[in-house]
Structures are given as C-alpha cells and as structure tokens.
C-alpha cells in the first residue's frame, strides 16, 4: 500500500527557492511514477510534474518548465521538487501523488495522494 508525506513547503520571496520531498512508504516505490500537483484557493488541482520509476522520463507543465526540477532517489523512496525563481503564481498547497491510470495530467487518474504542504511565494 502507498502511503505519501510531502513536506518542504514555506514562505519565500518572489525569485526564491524551495525543495519539497515526498516520502513514499510503500513496499513499491522504485515502480512507482509520482507526480506533482498542486492546488491554489479557489482553482482546481493542476499537474506540475512527474517522473518515470527510473528517474529518467520527466514531464512539466509549461509554466514551470526550466525552473523546477522532478528527481528522485529510489534507495530513500523519495522523490523530489526542487523550484527555482518562484513567483507569487505559484503560490499553492503541492500534493504529491502514486499509482497514476490514464491522462497523467489529469488529476482523477491518480488514485494515492499525500496530504500536502503549503507554499506561499510573496512578491
């Protein structure tokens, strides 16, 4: 079974940096694709990135494309997210998530969620 735990996110300035981490403690983890998302008041879950279970196929939104970056370590079960010149826009509670089926940019074909970690990016 899956289980995920974000943590990481904080309060920066605009231009700032953060790395999230998400722990997965299932007994799969070095199968798993994992995927990023994240959540702003108000908006619906939109997809941030994702990355194959061997750390080499990756995938971004445009928005974030050349400022974050998904890796992972398999020995740790660890994946992470690491955001270069944030901006307010990216202001949002980031989810990271398991066991993706179907459109990996929709949020409804990913079944196992983290809690979420808040990131707040002031201008």
């Known amino acids: 079974q899956v289980q995920l735990v974000e943590s990481g996110g904080g309060l920066v300035q605009a231009g700032g940096s953060l790395r999230l981490s998400c722990v997965d403690s299932g007994r799969t983890f070095s199968r798993d694709i994992i995927g990023w998302f994240r959540q702003a008041p108000g908006k619906e879950r939109e997809f941030v990135a994702s990355v194959s279970w061997t750390g080499r196929s990756t995938y971004y939104r445009d928005s974030v494309k050349g400022r974050f970056t998904i890796s992972r370590d398999n020995a740790k079960s660890t994946v992470y997210l690491q955001m270069d010149n944030l901006k307010p826009e990216d202001t949002a509670v980031y989810y990271c998530?398991?066991?993706?089926?179907?459109?990996?940019?929709?949020?409804?074909?990913?079944?196992?969620w983290g809690q979420g970690t808040q990131v707040t990016i002031s201008s």
């Open positions: 998530a398991a066991d993706p089926d179907g459109d990996y940019y929709q949020s409804d074909a990913w079944s196992s």
